[in-house]
């Protein structure tokens, strides 16, 4: 912000000052709190903090990149309850004589750095670094913890030692409410493409899971204690997805995520929203199922939310379609060719049976090879559909090409619908 914005404002401000009263000024006001015992009224509220919100907002945008979202107008408000409160303070008159008052104006309004820790990952790379999308996943030291400050210490460090732990780092220029939102959105959605690499790099075996701290478990044990007293036996339960080893960040395991399109979606992560193709936005919400179930505990929610991930992509256009059918035919036709088709719609026939008896209550068991081939499969999907992102920008292109190719038996191809 420049030194005549920041003039601007804080003269602004000034005028708001000057305007207070300690009387009740009838319709549309605020009140600010001076101190314990003073409360005083700002008149015409609505007009003069929109007025003042509009110009702080044009001003740090000369400076920073941010959207209008990232400072609600509450904060905004309270920023500038806090701005008049500090001139009331000080005294118009010396205000006056210093109208820039950087410190007090730029003080709400900041870079704001959100760690999040993680769990069932590990880095194993030269500077244990790694950018994805719009986080980057950091491994703490003893030197980053010693950087911050004493109040961040006491946040963080007061009842667990996180020094060892894999966090994420999400930068902004917001109010700390909508960073810490935004910081869990950008991560998750960084743990959903580390979900779906997971069935490249590691057999089923090997039960990984990722997730925020406090989603999944590596060693801890259950908060849930059954006791035998004549034995002394105690059996440990909880209600966390367990994973019985991490998922490797190494420059092997690296190379597999570049050869499967994973770092192509982290870059489609860096597009802003409105960027972003609807097909885009397709893929990313498929995976970010295919992640959730691989951190669900009921292996029924674990089938119906792989099941999610790939109705995402093929649910029919209209009801009148057998779903069933749909699907199974469109993933057979996706994914084998001609000769090799009937088996695998079959096995989509079959969990689409087995679907409905979860959804109404007839099936109470999943058998889990049913999980592990229904994974693969959508891995595979997933796959194709990462590769279609290049012809197609909405999902309706992808649905008018399977039909097309079923009504007219000619042979698939994407190219007739590629992005314009």
């Excluded at 941010?66 to 905004?76: K, V």
């Excluded at 004493?150 to 700390?176: A, M």
């Excluded at 994973?243 to 489609?268: C, H, P, R, V, W």
């Excluded at 069933?324 to 060719?337: A, D, N, Q, V, Y």
Aim: charged share 30%; hydrophobic share 35%.
């Amino acid at each position: 912000m420049d030194n005549d914005t920041k003039t601007e404002i804080i003269c602004d401000a000034i005028k708001i000052a000057k305007s207070v009263t300690s009387q009740w000024p009838g319709e549309d006001f605020r009140i600010i709190k001076i101190s314990d015992e003073t409360l005083i009224y700002i008149k015409d509220f609505r007009r003069s903090y929109g007025i003042l919100r509009g110009k702080i907002l044009r001003g740090l945008k000369k400076n920073h990149t941010f959207p209008n979202e990232a400072f609600s107008d509450e904060y905004m408000n309270e920023s500038i309850d806090q701005l008049i409160s500090e001139i009331l303070k000080l005294g118009i008159k010396e205000v006056e004589l210093n109208p820039l008052m950087a410190d007090i104006l730029e003080k709400p309004f900041q870079e704001i750095i959100v760690f999040l820790f993680l769990e069932g990952i590990e880095l194993d790379i030269e500077h244990s670094t790694i950018e994805l999308g719009n986080i980057v996943l950091k491994k703490m030291t003893k030197e980053i913890a010693e950087n911050l400050d004493e109040h961040e210490k006491r946040i963080l460090f007061s009842t667990k030692d996180y020094i060892g732990k894999i966090y994420s780092e999400f930068k902004t220029f917001s109010e700390p409410k909508w960073a810490i939102e935004q910081a869990e959105k950008e991560t998750s959605k960084v743990l959903d493409l580390i979900g779906y690499a997971i069935p490249f790099i590691y057999s089923n075996v090997h039960k990984i899971s990722v997730g925020f701290q406090g989603q999944v478990l590596t060693n801890s044990p259950g908060s849930i204690i059954c006791y035998n007293p004549e034995y002394g036996v105690r059996y440990w339960a909880d209600n966390l997805k367990h994973t019985q080893s991490n998922f490797q960040i190494n420059n092997y395991n690296l190379k597999i995520m570049e050869d499967n399109g994973i770092f192509k979606l982290a870059d489609i992560l860096k597009k802003p929203k409105n960027k972003k193709t609807q097909f885009e936005h397709t893929i990313l919400l498929s995976i970010h199922w295919f992640r959730i179930s691989q951190v669900q505990n009921d292996i029924k929610n674990e089938f119906l939310s792989l099941i999610i991930c790939m109705e995402i992509f093929l649910t029919p256009h209209t009801l009148e379609i057998p779903i069933t059918k749909f699907i199974s035919e469109s993933i057979g036709m996706i994914l084998r060719p001609p000769e090799n088709r009937v088996s695998i719609m079959k096995k989509i026939k079959k969990f689409y049976g087995l679907r409905s008896d979860i959804v109404h209550g007839r099936s109470t068991k999943v058998d889990p090879e049913d999980i592990n081939e229904l994974r693969n499969t959508l891995k595979e999907l997933i796959q194709r559909m990462i590769y279609f992102e290049q012809f197609f920008d909405k999902k309706s292109n992808l649905l008018e090409s399977i039909e097309c190719y079923k009504t007219s038996g000619e042979m698939y191809n994407p190219e007739l619908w590629s992005k314009k």
